[in-house]
């Protein structure tokens, strides 16, 4: 049986030496090598990345725009595959990942199959707390990104870390929105529920994600999906939840709080310690690392203030009006 021609997308700015280790693990995949192509979008790298995706076999094409869907436009443009594969260049593919992933195209209304983003096992103890906290439902809000479930299930979207789709389905509603600073994926998934496809989590087809390593690193991370969201969520509310406007709005509301009662600011610090504490023992008993549950309530501690902190910005100057 001949396998389905597949083109891998990455976009990329910067990123030569995680993108050499990403190349290496698509070069082990246990999948013909002349039927599948590599496509990089690079986003003007100051670095040696477009030599390195050169080296490793990759076509190279410029993305002048340097954000994450004007890459995935310009790659998908130039691709050849009927299976177009998402990665990104802070990935590390299973050697089945694609292989994994066919046998759900059986189903002619199945659009994308993708699977969780694992925490690599040489994860620093940071980036390793990191991971812990996107597995746990509470901080997912109601997005599979990095969880770690065991069936295959219908989804809402998929990560595009780790998302395989039918061409012909993305035929339909490709080119992704380039106003979109983040969450092009989110956006791009519901065009396709909206053609009726499915999109269905596959526990079978996973990679390997680095996390951010550092506090700064994270709190930018967390900061621009906030703006992505909020941006996705003005033009379709069905893209934004109840979960991602609370997170938008702690700072405001801790600042208020503290200002107008100082009794109530203690009682909602005295729960949100108690609350970071419950994870960091539960991470403690999973990961059995004291340095890591040490990290856990640093990492939550982060994620809000940059999710509060990108949401309030957005919110209050939004990208296109301050593009005007």
């Not at 496509?39 to 030599?51: K, L, V, W, Y």
């Not at 990759?58 to 890459?71: C, I, M, W, Y």
């Not at 299976?83 to 994994?100: P, Q, Y």
């Not at 979207?157 to 929105?177: T, W």
């Amino acid at each position: 049986m001949i396998l389905p021609f597949v083109s891998i997308i990455i976009p990329v700015r910067n990123e030569a030496g995680l993108l050499k280790n990403c190349l290496e693990s698509i070069s082990n995949l246990d999948y013909p090598k002349d039927r599948v192509e590599v496509i990089i979008a690079d986003g003007m790298s100051d670095d040696n990345t477009a030599e390195v995706a050169r080296l490793h076999g990759a076509k190279v094409v410029l993305n002048e725009r340097q954000t994450v869907s004007p890459g995935r436009n310009i790659a998908f443009k130039n691709s050849s595959g009927e299976i177009i594969a998402f990665t990104d260049a802070d990935c590390v593919v299973d050697k089945n990942w694609l292989r994994n992933s066919l046998k759900y195209f059986e189903d002619k209304t199945v659009a994308c199959a993708g699977g969780p983003n694992l925490t690599p096992p040489d994860e620093g103890d940071f980036g390793r707390a990191v991971g812990f906290v996107f597995n746990q439902r509470m901080f997912a809000a109601g997005s599979i990104h990095a969880r770690e479930l065991r069936e295959v299930k219908e989804v809402r979207s998929i990560p595009g870390c780790n998302a395989v789709y039918r061409k012909s389905a993305l035929d339909k509603v490709m080119p992704i929105d380039e106003s979109l600073l983040t969450c092009d994926d989110t956006e791009l998934n519901q065009r396709l529920l909206d053609k009726g496809y499915k999109l269905l989590y596959t526990p079978d087809v996973f990679v390997w994600h680095h996390r951010r390593p550092n506090p700064k690193g994270l709190f930018r991370q967390m900061y621009r999906y906030a703006i992505g969201r909020l941006q996705v969520g003005r033009k379709d509310r069905r893209m934004i939840n109840l979960m991602h406007l609370m997170t938008g709005i702690v700072l405001p509301i801790i600042f208020a709080v503290l200002i107008f009662s100082q009794m109530l600011f203690m009682i909602l610090l005295t729960g949100y310690l108690l609350m970071c504490s419950i994870f960091s023992i539960k991470s403690l008993f999973k990961l059995m690392s004291i340095k890591i549950s040490l990290l856990v309530p640093v990492v939550i501690s982060i994620i809000m203030a940059g999710w509060s902190a990108g949401f309030m910005r957005e919110l209050i100057f939004p990208i296109e009006k301050r593009a005007e």
